[in-house]
């Protein structure tokens, strides 16, 4: 029995696990798999403690940092639950194997100043202007993933109501719109996009120049593009954006679970690591500008 690969179809067909979860998990178990035959010799069911104890000190001594091997740990702790849901074993040998303490670094985020450069930069001279524009103000003013961004449908936009509709992680939710995106949205959707797509049965909200679904390295692209014209240093991922809305509505005095929903976070605990942001913004703030700081 391929262990892996029996695994790669529970994720896929069983768990439902998304693309992104399913190729992380696979990456650490096909690179467990071939420190297994190239050092160990062994097969994946005849690993135990000690086993993944030296493949841990091995990624450390290959010089990976402390996140990545507690996240190959995670990753191999539920393939092995698999295997013992299969009977190939008995027991789960990353059960009792000591973690590393991972450095935890809060998120970055922009500033007011330097997000409103960055939605500055689309300039609405031609349809990719106009279209960037709507694509910059939706992420600031919704705070979504870059996946979920690039599997909106342009059903899922009310202009009208102002809010839009987030089918992200199995969980539907309605998040807000402010005025500036409702009006770069409903621009593009009435004059922009019907002469982008290819197909006029797309159903997809952003389009690249060939009418078809944005895809995520195009997105990327976009943004890096507009970082380098608005000379930001920061290094700006589409995630920095995600960042800044929940750290921005925290700061003018948003509540956590409110957040929570907007962000689709099934729990709170990932919400609050926003409310160290803040804390650090208004140290940083304080011992710029007060006069005996």
Same mark, same amino acid.
């Given at each position: 029995?391929?262990?892996?690969?029996?695994?790669?179809?529970?994720?896929?067909?069983?768990?439902?696990?998304?693309?992104?979860?399913?190729?992380?998990?696979?990456?650490?178990?096909?690179?467990?798999?071939?420190?297994?035959?190239?050092?160990?010799?062994?097969?994946?069911?005849?690993?135990?403690?000690?086993?993944?104890?030296?493949?841990?000190?091995?990624?450390?001594?290959?010089?990976?940092?402390?996140?990545?091997?507690?996240?190959?740990?995670?990753?191999?702790?539920?393939?092995?639950?698999?295997? $013992?849901?299969?009977?190939?074993?008995?027991?789960?040998?990353?059960?009792?194997?000591?973690?590393?303490?991972?450095?935890?670094?809060?998120?970055?985020?922009?500033?007011?100043?330097?997000?409103?450069?960055?939605?500055?930069?689309?300039?609405?001279?031609?349809?990719?202007?106009?279209?960037?524009?709507?694509?910059?103000?939706?992420?600031?003013?919704?705070?979504?993933?870059?996946?979920?961004?690039?599997?909106?449908?342009?059903?899922?936009?009310?202009?009208?109501?102002?809010?839009?509709?987030?089918?992200?992680?199995?969980?539907?939710?309605?998040?807000?719109?402010?005025?500036?995106?409702?009006?770069?949205?409903?621009?593009?959707?009435?004059?922009?996009?019907?002469?982008?797509?290819?197909?006029?049965?797309?159903?997809?909200?952003?389009?690249?120049?060939?009418?078809?679904?944005?895809?995520?390295?195009?997105?990327?692209?976009?943004?890096?593009?507009?970082?380098?014209?608005?000379?930001?240093?920061?290094?700006?991922?589409?995630?920095?954006?995600?960042?800044?809305?929940?750290?921005?509505?925290?700061?003018?005095?948003?509540?956590?679970?409110?957040?929570?929903?907007?962000?689709?976070?099934?729990? $709170?605990?990932?919400?609050?690591?926003?409310?160290?942001?803040?804390?650090?913004?208004?140290?940083?703030?304080?011992?710029?500008?007060?006069?005996?700081?």
């Amino acid at each position: 029995m391929d262990l892996v690969s029996a695994y790669e179809k529970y994720l896929l067909n069983v768990k439902r696990s998304s693309a992104n979860t399913v190729a992380s998990y696979m990456r650490d178990i096909r690179q467990f798999n071939t420190y297994l035959s190239s050092v160990e010799g062994l097969p994946a069911s005849s690993c135990d403690r000690d086993c993944v104890c030296r493949y841990s000190k091995y990624l450390n001594n290959h010089g990976k940092s402390s996140a990545t091997i507690a996240r190959s740990m995670a990753s191999l702790k539920s393939f092995f639950l698999f295997c $013992i849901s299969e009977g190939v074993m008995k027991e789960n040998p990353v059960f009792d194997i000591p973690q590393q303490k991972t450095e935890k670094k809060l998120p970055q985020v922009l500033t007011s100043r330097e997000v409103d450069l960055l939605l500055e930069q689309p300039k609405c001279i031609d349809m990719k202007g106009f279209r960037d524009k709507a694509l910059l103000e939706t992420l600031y003013a919704t705070g979504m993933r870059v996946s979920e961004m690039i599997a909106l449908n342009v059903d899922d936009v009310s202009v009208s109501g102002s809010f839009i509709k987030c089918d992200g992680s199995g969980k539907l939710r309605i998040i807000p719109l402010y005025p500036a995106a409702v009006k770069a949205l409903a621009v593009y959707i009435s004059d922009i996009r019907p002469k982008m797509i290819a197909d006029p049965d797309e159903t997809a909200l952003f389009v690249n120049v060939n009418g078809e679904r944005m895809t995520r390295q195009g997105f990327w692209k976009i943004i890096k593009q507009y970082q380098a014209s608005a000379q930001i240093s920061k290094d700006i991922t589409p995630h920095t954006l995600r960042h800044s809305f929940a750290a921005h509505l925290l700061e003018n005095g948003a509540d956590l679970r409110s957040l929570q929903e907007m962000l689709g976070h099934s729990d $709170i605990s990932s919400t609050q690591i926003y409310t160290q942001v803040v804390k650090q913004n208004l140290k940083t703030v304080y011992h710029k500008f007060h006069p005996r700081a």
